[in-house]
């Protein structure tokens, strides 16, 4: 908060995806995953726990939108929100950060280039 009262907007977008996994399960949403053990599925510590109560603060904060549908057993489904969506480009950045960097070998050039266009196609950026 600055002298005027008013909070950073920075810290307030923070402030939605401050727990440990809220920006990998965002991500996820966009990809595609919408089912509490697709969450999980590569994040084996991950408890069930931890990811209960993120999605509950994801959804209490207006970002993602909880759908029981009614089938045996029930099923529960989780969906990015229109804001939540709005995220698209805080996620594309973030992968670039590192994609941009040449001097890093952790991908190949080619897996570079494809990562950044599943990225780009996945979150809707037009560059």
């Given amino acids: ?10 810290d307030r977008t923070l402030n939605l995806i401050n727990k440990k996994w809220s920006v990998q399960i965002i991500r996820d949403l966009f990809f595609g995953k919408k089912h509490f053990k697709e969450f999980k599925e590569d994040k084996p510590k991950l408890s069930n726990k931890v990811l ?7 959804e209490e904060n207006g970002l ?15 969906y990015l929100t229109e804001y939540g969506r709005s995220m698209n480009r ?27 266009e599943d990225f780009r196609q996945t979150l809707g950026i037009d560059d």
């Fill in 1 to 10: 908060m600055n002298s005027k009262g008013v909070v950073c907007p920075v």
């Fill in 90 to 116: 805080i996620i594309y950045e973030l992968a670039m950060f590192t994609l941009h960097d040449d001097d890093d070998n952790s991908y190949s050039s080619e897996t570079r280039e494809s990562l950044k």
């Fill in 64 to 78: 993602v939108e909880k759908k029981v549908i009614n089938t045996t057993p029930v099923t529960t489904e989780y």
């Fill in 52 to 58: 209960s109560n993120c999605l509950k603060e994801l």
